[in-house]
């Protein structure tokens, strides 16, 4: 693909005049969290886009080693240590946030899924991507020390409402940890806590009419109470930074609120950590803001996924490589011309 026909916006010295855009209407950018990583991402925009691979040198350099070379080449085993997957993740999305800005599309509001909110801070303004990239490293290695491999684990309970899968909870934890933690969508629930109690949770579920309870290959129980000891080190670790006054709202994941002083991003960055990840009711915020428009940016289509479990009225476009790129600017070409 010849370099004109990659930029149809703006070709090299007709880039867009800061905060020039090319959408119409309110657009929310979205960043996934950890699960969507896969080994090559973000390789073909750095070849082709160069603040891409800026971004990910920048990350080289903030971590002193390659995250780049295991983003792209592997292998899959390393890139899934959560300690590296958290800043992947994180370093992906900023470059694909980065090309999108130069391509003058930018986002009224932002919005990402646990780490990803991280992404949405960065995009926003709110927090240095050197800072982000290195403190979501520590956030992992946090996070994988906090339980013993084994004694936590977490499930995904399909089909069933958040009340129910909430007292199921309540019902399977005799005394242990066993909580709702990622409520994604009307039709998923991922629940978290000491794993015989997530065990039977899922097991009650099932018997309660729930269609799946799957038992997650995950390393650690995320955003439930066993969280509290990497909830304290991170807190400390972001105490110790500069938190701006986001350029546009984020919607943080513990609230399912705006947040849009530099106070308030830290303390939900704190919270998150044993929160739950309130997706569905931080999308329908969104929504009643009157975003009409979903961008996610980074690895993979889950955000994008369930945001059809939501509202499958909304449109929800993702960029991940060239030709996801090239699909959501076509789109906003249309837009601006009246096609749609």
Known sequence: MSEDSRLPYHPV????????????????????GQGSQKVGMGKELSELYPVAMETFQEADSALGYKLSQLCWEGPEDKLKLTEITQPAILTMSVAVFRVLRELGIVPRYAAGHSLGEYSAHVAAGTLQFADAVRTVRNRGQYMQKAVPVGEGAMAAI??????????????????????????????????S?????????????????????????????????????????????????????????????????????????????????????????????????????????????????????????????????????????????QVKSGAF
Not at 13 to 32: S, T, Y
Not at 158 to 187: F, K, T
Not at 231 to 248: C, G, I, W, Y
Request: hydrophobic share 45%.
């Open 13 to 32: 010295g007709h880039e867009p005049k800061p905060g020039e855009r090319v959408h119409a209407g309110n657009i929310a950018f979205l960043f996934p």
């Open 158 to 191: 399909l089909g069933m409402p958040l009340e129910q899968v909430a007292q199921v909870c309540a019902e399977a934890a005799r005394g242990q940890i066993c909580q709702p933690a990622n409520i994604n969508s009307p039709d998923q629930v991922v629940i």
């Open 193 to 333: 806590g000491s794993t015989p109690a997530v065990e039977r949770a899922a097991e009650l579920a099932k018997g309660r009419g729930a269609k799946k309870a799957i038992m997650l290959p995950v390393s650690a129980p995320f955003h439930c109470a066993l969280m509290k000891p990497a909830q304290e080190h991170l807190a400390a670790d972001l105490n110790k930074l500069t938190f701006s006054r986001p350029e546009v709202p984020v919607a943080c994941n513990v609230d399912a609120a705006l947040v849009e002083t530099g106070d308030k991003s830290c303390d939900a960055l704190v919270r998150q950590v044993t929160g739950a990840v309130r997706w569905e009711e931080s999308m329908r915020l969104l929504i009643a803001h009157g975003v009409e428009m979903f961008l996610e940016a980074g690895p993979g289509k889950v955000l994008c996924g369930l945001m059809r479990q939501i509202d499958r009225a909304k449109t929800c476009l993702n960029v991940e490589d060239d030709a996801s790129l090239q699909k959501v600017v076509n789109h906003f070409s």
